[in-house]
């Protein structure tokens, strides 16, 4: 937060280009597809929805979530990459520009892409790993065995999952700030970690309650004014009814999700940075590399010491 407290031009540029880029194509798409789907009314109404009415609802919410993870994704890597470089910019002390964040990490957004693409598969491929022999018994016709196989594997699935996510959620820093490839990377980040790992998971963890937290606390008003402001009365809201999906509803939720994502973006990305650094100065003293850089009178004999963790 000192962070975002020293350089916050930049940091609230950056975290808010990037949420009205990810909340307007997940509100345009959510418009194009859901707004006037008969499918999904009768799926909001409780009634039976006919086979037409249940495939468009399929097709809309797919394709508005498709695009809404696309945009997601994009806005990530983009906000983790400039954010990265600020937050190693502040450590040092120095300035930076949204133009220098922008030119300091647009060459490495292919390959942070990338990375977050290949992270994400190996995730899920545990999980999915995990419970497919449930699924394969569950199809073979012993469901009451396949099912139990099946939450069984999905726990262990689940937990060698979280278990890699933490290994390599140091990557993307390592990636940035290192300029390493993205197999490197990947190698860094679980150096790095080894070791730490609970510590490292407690931190993230906490850091994941605390952004989901200030996110639905930010867009709470925002989600009570929607369905006054749409049309719909505040009784849908209260009540679970039914929501009319008009642009001004879903204009208001956009805004509510604008803002949340504008707190929340620098908080998730400046942890995993400093956790980076953290992680570099317990085991390679990068404190003293920093204070060089920073021209701090009096280690400068420390080239040669340092220049090994490297």
Do not use: K
Request: charged residues 10%; contains cysteine.
């Amino acid at each position: 937060m000192s962070t975002a407290r020293a350089h916050w031009r930049t940091v609230l540029g950056i975290s808010l280009a990037v949420a009205v880029m990810i909340q307007l194509v997940s509100t345009v798409a959510t418009g194009i597809w859901l707004r006037d789907n008969s499918g999904f009314e009768a799926l909001q109404t409780g009634e039976t929805p006919t086979n037409e009415e249940l495939r468009d609802a399929l097709s809309g919410t797919t394709n508005a979530l498709g695009f809404e993870m696309l945009a997601t994704l994009v806005g990530t890597v983009i906000a983790t990459a400039m954010l990265t470089v600020v937050v190693s910019r502040a450590v040092l002390g120095r300035q930076v520009s949204l133009g220098e964040a922008w030119r300091d990490s647009r060459g490495l957004l292919p390959r942070l892409l990338g990375l977050t693409l290949l992270v994400g598969l190996i995730v899920t491929a545990a999980v999915t790993v995990g419970v497919l022999p449930g699924i394969l018994l569950s199809a073979t016709g012993s469901l009451p065995a396949g099912i139990g196989l099946f939450f069984l594997g999905g726990l262990a699935g689940t937990v060698v999952a979280v278990w890699l996510w933490v290994r390599y959620c140091l990557s993307a820093p390592a990636l940035m700030l290192e300029r390493q490839g993205v197999i490197a990377a990947m190698r860094r980040s679980a150096r790095l970690v080894r070791g730490s790992w609970w510590r490292i998971f407690g931190i993230q963890l906490l850091t994941f309650v605390l952004v989901m937290m200030v996110g639905m606390i930010i867009q709470l008003p925002a989600s009570l004014l929607a369905p006054v402001l749409g049309g719909n009365g505040l009784d849908s809201f209260v009540s679970g009814g039914p929501v009319e999906m008009s642009w001004t509803y879903l204009a208001v939720v956009g805004i509510g999700a604008v803002l949340a994502s504008t707190i929340t973006l620098p908080l998730s990305a400046g942890v995993t940075a400093l956790l980076y650094m953290d992680q570099r100065i317990r085991r390679e003293a990068l404190d003293l590399e920093l204070a060089r850089a920073a021209g701090v009178p009096g280690y400068e004999q420390h080239t040669g010491d340092t220049a090994s963790g490297n």
